[in-house]
């Protein structure tokens, strides 16, 4: 029994973002990625990691069933920083005279009704998701466009915005109550896709 509680409590909480598209102002997609979320809902603790590239993993912190009380919401003690570094992102009008700014988007089958967090697709953890925010506080919505605040850049030679936007996009990962006291320990799966766009 003993060993079945330790399993219990050190189970993964997984969550993987797969690409998707999401069309520019200029008729043209800007490719997304792959980002997996590890964590885990126990009486124990373990070091953060985050991996670079487009496709990558963020092992969210684990938290106690305790940390993740009974009211739904976003779990601020779960605050755990990634960064999607970008560069060269096409789809862009290179003739133009103003700046063009980068969105992110957020979609997926397992995205809740009100757009707050993605749901646990298959895993054995009951009421908990992944949330994403924009600085440890302020919910990212999912299916709506997020200003990364980077944008289209002017080059020397022709004083049009003709050079590609580029920089990091920091935001962090959240495990989200949606069971309110229901929560319980264990995995949680879930997918959604994460494309670019300029405006």
Do not use: R, W
């Amino acid at each position: 029994m003993e060993e079945f509680k330790k399993l219990l409590l050190a189970t993964a909480m997984a969550g993987t973002l797969f690409t998707g598209s999401v069309y520019a102002a200029t008729g043209t997609s800007v490719a997304g990625g792959t980002i997996t979320f590890n964590g885990a809902v126990s009486d124990t603790t373990c070091n953060v990691t985050t991996n670079s590239g487009s496709d990558f993993t963020v092992n969210v912190s684990p938290v106690t069933k305790e940390d993740m009380g009974t009211t739904p919401g976003v779990i601020g003690s779960s605050a755990t920083p990634f960064t999607i570094t970008v560069s060269g992102c096409s789809g862009f009008d290179n003739a133009s005279t103003a700046a063009q700014s980068l969105n992110i988007v957020f979609t997926g089958a397992n995205v809740s009704d009100d757009m707050n967090y993605l749901k646990n697709e298959s895993g054995s953890a009951e009421g908990v998701g992944i949330a994403i925010t924009k600085n440890g506080s302020d919910l990212v919505k999912m299916n709506e466009a997020l200003a990364t605040g980077l944008a289209t850049s002017q080059s020397a030679a022709s004083g049009n915005y003709d050079t590609a936007a580029a920089g990091d996009i920091n935001l962090y990962a959240h495990y989200y109550n949606y069971g309110g006291s229901n929560v319980s320990t264990g995995s949680v799966v879930t997918t959604a896709t994460y494309t670019f766009s300029y405006e």
